[in-house]
């Protein structure tokens, strides 16, 4: 398999993030400049993200759009859209890296499938995941967003559904959320789930407002 093969290229877990423990330009500068799943990418490689030391909020999310790869910009996209307007943030505080992280948990876009985006390449996250974490030390909050990344960041949490998983949002409040995909494609979720407008969101924003400050 090709992921098996990737993984043997570069270093993986533990290895790597002692690799990069002291040299974070170096882990940016390698991230960004990745080709491990080139030949999986109908677009080829450009890993996106957002990435500051100094933030405290960090978004987890799954992986680029189309629109995305096209701009290089992440959640430059109708989800973006609605999930600024969920953090209350505008525009120009969601693209500060000094305010947010993003960190999906494959950096490219991995291409389309029958029912919208393939799912995240698998090599990219055991990769780069753990040492770009590790340069985070003051993290305050975490927002989990699909289920790729509840995985990596909730692995206890498996066997549950989106709804509840969601609406148990006090478990590890007030450090980490779980989050439904902002997408246009969550319509009917949200209409089904008022509650999640109308008492958890206010909650959501009134902490990033305050960790923003």
Known sequence: MGSHK??????????SVKRYANDLPRLLVDARACQV?????????????QFDPAVRILIASQAPGRKVHE????????????????????REQFYDAQQFAILPMG????GSGRSGDLPPRPE???LWRQPLLHHLPQLQLTLVIGQYALAWHLPEWRGQTLTDKVRDWHS???????????????????????????????????RVEDILK
Not at 37 to 49: Q, T
Not at 71 to 79: K, M, Q, R, V, W
């Open 107 to 110: 950096f490219c876009f991995p």
């Open 71 to 90: 701009t290089g910009l992440p959640f430059n996209d109708a989800s973006g859209e609605r999930l600024r307007s969920w953090l209350g943030v505008r």
């Open 37 to 49: 799943c080139a030949e999986y990418l109908p677009l080829g490689p450009r890993p996106v993200f």
């Open 172 to 206: 590890h409040w007030p450090s980490l959320l779980v989050l439904p995909h902002p997408s246009p494609r969550n319509n009917l979720w949200l209409k089904r789930n008022p509650w999640f407008e109308d008492t958890l969101l206010p909650h959501l924003r009134a």
């Open 124 to 126: 990219c996250a055991p």
């Open 6 to 15: 990737a993984e043997a290229e570069k270093p993986a877990g533990a290895e």
